[in-house]
């Protein structure tokens, strides 16, 4: 796919995603949202971690409401269905660690698309908004999915419904983010943290994962089960071989990947 709305670069095991409509904030459309679940995939398969940042003030301004006409003749359900979920599962099926680097606002969908994320790192100047109710819907993207696990639901329900700015230093101390970091800073600790992913155990990563989502889910039994094979799966690897042998040898381990 030839990407119009995005831009997708990849080196060193980082495949970056940049949200690229600075003209009106890296709204969503029909386009941005096919092209966005393409580059994830491709990034799926080719690298070792996912970065998603946006060009210019703005991470992501929501759903591109800038056509009237378009806007009030929406269907909501089918975009929701056909256009957001494909492109949320994307993400949140990726199996490699993912990475928002929110650098300005992450509004409506934008703020869940954010969310979807595996972790979220956020300049101080940035800020959050489930805008929603303001025009008469409920959050959607995965917002209602994404909030009350991130942040507990007495929050999630003031988001929701007063649709107020939360600033990047709220959100981190809520626990809604990873973390907030001075804008002067913001580039190098997002590039930093990626790099780390990039050079660690991909596969134990993806097992994290698996395995911290499916608590929401399970009883203490099933998810000490669901912990036993991944680990078992985790333990058959040549990182873990690796990283046993960098322990014994007082060495950094040199993770493979696999």
């Known amino acids: 796919m030839i990407y119009d709305t995005i831009k997708l670069e990849e080196a060193e095991g980082v495949a970056l995603i940049t949200l690229s409509r600075p003209e009106v904030m890296n709204a969503l459309n029909t386009q941005m949202r096919a092209e966005i679940a393409d580059a994830v995939r491709q990034a799926g398969r080719t690298a070792r971690v996912l970065v998603m940042t946006g060009e210019g003030r703005a991470f992501c ?3 591109d409401l800038g056509d009237r006409e378009t806007a009030a003749n929406i269907d909501l359900e089918r975009v929701l269905r056909d256009e957001y979920a494909p492109m949320l599962n994307a993400i949140v099926d990726c199996p490699l660690p993912t ?127 669901l912990e036993s094979r991944l680990q078992g799966e985790c333990g058959k690897s040549r990182d873990f071989k690796e990283g046993v042998v960098a322990f014994l040898e007082k060495r950094p381990p040199s993770f493979e990947g696999r």
């Open 99 to 225: 990475i928002a680097a929110v650098n300005g606002a992450a509004a409506g969908a934008g703020a869940n698309l954010a969310l979807a994320h595996d972790v979220v790192i956020a300049t101080e100047s940035a800020f959050f908004m489930q805008a929603f109710a303001r025009i008469g819907l409920i959050p959607d993207a995965g917002g209602t999915w994404a909030l009350p696990r991130q942040m507990g639901l007495a929050k999630a329900m003031g988001a929701a419904l007063f649709a107020d700015r939360i600033s990047a230093r709220q959100a981190d101390d809520w626990g809604m983010i990873w973390e907030a970091v001075p804008d002067a800073e913001f580039e190098a600790v997002w590039r930093a943290r990626a790099a780390h992913l990039a050079n660690g155990p991909t596969q134990t990563y993806a097992r994290i994962k698996t395995a911290l989502r499916g608590a929401f889910e399970n009883d203490l039994d099933t998810q000490v089960e």
């Open 61 to 63: 301004s929501g759903q």
